[in-house]
């Protein structure tokens, strides 16, 4: 069992940065692949990045890619997302979440853990 805390978000100007992190109680966060997602009003709930247990191999969606940064924190036992050039068009509630499968996973239902999410808008 592990659980999950989100925070970072908040109001920015397009352009601007933001960093979430996610704190993991309960188990440490190297025995688990933690990814972020993000869900806009009306909206499914996407993937943006991920980071493999073990090896740290990270994964982007094309949209965030170059833009966004996933890394871990192995002492602090907590997963940031350095968000950089914001777009209003990343204006969502963003969620980390945590699975114990391998490879790279890109679905919600891969990952059996969630945070409650943290709210991100970038005004334009």
């Known amino acids: 069992q592990v659980q999950l805390v989100e925070s970072g978000g908040g109001l920015v100007q397009a352009g601007g940065s933001l960093r979430l992190s996610c704190a993991a109680s309960g188990r440490t966060f190297i025995r688990f692949t933690v990814g972020w997602f993000r869900q806009a009003p009306g909206k499914e709930r996407d993937f943006v990045a991920t980071i493999i247990q073990s090896g740290g191999t990270t994964y982007y969606a094309d949209s965030v890619k170059g833009r966004f940064t996933i890394s871990r924190d192995t002492v602090k036992n907590t997963v940031y997302l350095q968000m950089n050039s914001l777009k209003p068009e990343d204006t969502a509630v963003y969620y980390c979440?945590?699975?114990?499968?391998?490879?790279?996973?890109?679905?919600?239902?891969?990952?059996?853990?969630w945070g409650q999410g943290t709210q991100v808008t970038v005004s334009s």
């Open positions: 979440a945590a699975g114990t499968g391998w490879g790279t996973l890109l679905a919600t239902s891969d990952y059996a853990y």
